[in-house]
């Protein structure tokens, strides 16, 4: 009976520890990338603004194609949303909704997922131009872990996970503009 108690007890210690450690743990995130697309701003902003365009270039549309999607709404217009649904644990379940546009500049939308864990993000896309025909396209977003989930900061890299990401979309989006 004392063992069980020893173990009880050092099991309480350690949930403390961890908890206490969350607290110090930052709660927030923010990742970014860009890239030069050779086409006007915007023509590459009137691509973009598509939730369903982004599912052409975004590498967590590519992770599962069987996924469910569904979409409601009219899309490129505030209050759009694009859902989808995986099978695969690592894709999970999520849903986009576009929550401001600044035309021909910036589309804002919110990620929210549901699986494998619960965490909203904001996000964005950015287009600006460089010349002529040459548009700097900026994607990133923002979000908070909340506590004590920002423990799994300590685990993940988010800036290299997301940054890569975000990085094979882009060069991805150059190829497909680039090729109009």
């Known amino acids: 009976m004392k063992a069980l108690k020893r173990i009880g007890f050092a099991a309480l210690l350690l949930l403390v520890a961890v908890l206490t450690l969350a607290v110090f743990v930052p709660k927030d995130c923010e990742v970014q990338r860009e890239i030069t697309i050779n086409r006007p701003a915007s023509e590459v902003f009137e691509y973009v603004k598509y939730l369903k365009n982004q599912d052409k270039f975004s590498a967590w549309s590519n992770m599962d194609p069987v996924m469910k999607r569904a979409y409601y709404g009219q899309d490129g217009e505030i209050g759009f949303v694009s859902t989808c649904k995986s099978k695969r644990p690592d894709v999970g379940k999520r849903e986009h909704k576009i929550v401001a546009i600044e035309n021909g500049k910036r589309i804002d939308y919110e990620w929210n997922l ?5 965490s909203t993000y904001r996000a964005y896309l950015i ?34 996970a997301v940054g890569e990401d975000f990085e094979s979309g882009l060069v991805k989006l150059k190829r497909i503009m680039e090729s109009r």
Do not use: C, H
């Open 114 to 118: 549901t699986k494998p864990f619960k």
């Open 127 to 160: 287009t600006e131009s460089v010349g002529p025909s040459e548009t700097k396209v900026t994607w990133g977003f923002s979000g908070d872990m909340g506590y004590p989930g920002n423990l799994r900061l300590l685990a993940l890299d988010v800036e290299e």
